[in-house]
């Protein structure tokens, strides 16, 4: 199968200035994501989206693919990802009739991916053809049945997650259902759930479980920060194991 590994960035970040390039433990912080689409068994080609001839250049340099540069109204604060996708797997087909199999999405503000989970999550959606899409989840810091909605037209809250429990809110944890939070570590999607559906996701979405410490996203410095704390943490401990 033909497997796409789609990194995706932007030049005009705001929290940290040329985030995407940024050092982050002695590389580019994109490099990472890069580096964990090239060491992956199932990955076939390597692209890097970008807007910025630096970002471009860079993602180069560390063995991606750069075969265009995403339009300027593709690359602003409010851009989703599902129009990137549908640009870069459009320009594919137009110009090299090239149309990928399964797409994976590498975030490279979530740079955390130890060795095999491309793999796997690649391999998951491969094994159910029934399924769109799948994506990486964890278990949450805090129960969404205990989280709150403030009234549009009044002084009061209500409950965020309709439930037929009474009062979720004041049970405790264990007699709660377990929820699980998405995180950008990966996610792996079929092209026509892109293309011809017009999702990112789709309907049928397999859930990818993975350990809550992958859940990094750097958006500021502080969070930049505390991952690069985190990916030490993480190298360390699996180095004592």
Known sequence: MNVLA?????????GIPRKNIVPFLGRPLIAWS???ALGSETVTRVV??????????????AGADVPFLRPADLAQDDTRDLPVF??????????EGYRPDLVVHLRPTSPLRPSGLVDEGVRLLMADPQADSLRAVCLPTNNPYKMWLLDDEGPYMHSLVPTDIVEPYNQ??????????QIGVLDVVRPRTILEKGSMSGKRILPMIVDSALAVD???PASLMRAEEACRDWTQDKARK
Do not use: M
């Not at 789609?6 to 705001?14: D, M």
């Not at 910025?52 to 250049?57: K, L, M, N, R, T």
């Not at 549908?86 to 110009?95: M, P």
């Not at 405790?172 to 939070?181: D, E």
């Open 48 to 61: 890097v989206s970008t807007d910025d001839a630096e970002i471009a250049s860079v993602s180069r340099a």
């Open 6 to 14: 789609l990194v995706t960035a932007r030049g005009g970040s705001k």
């Open 218 to 220: 750097i958006d500021n």
């Open 34 to 36: 890069i580096e964990a």
């Open 86 to 95: 549908d640009h870069a797997l459009r320009w594919l087909a137009d110009h």
């Open 172 to 181: 405790p944890r264990q007699a709660l259902p377990t929820a699980y939070w």
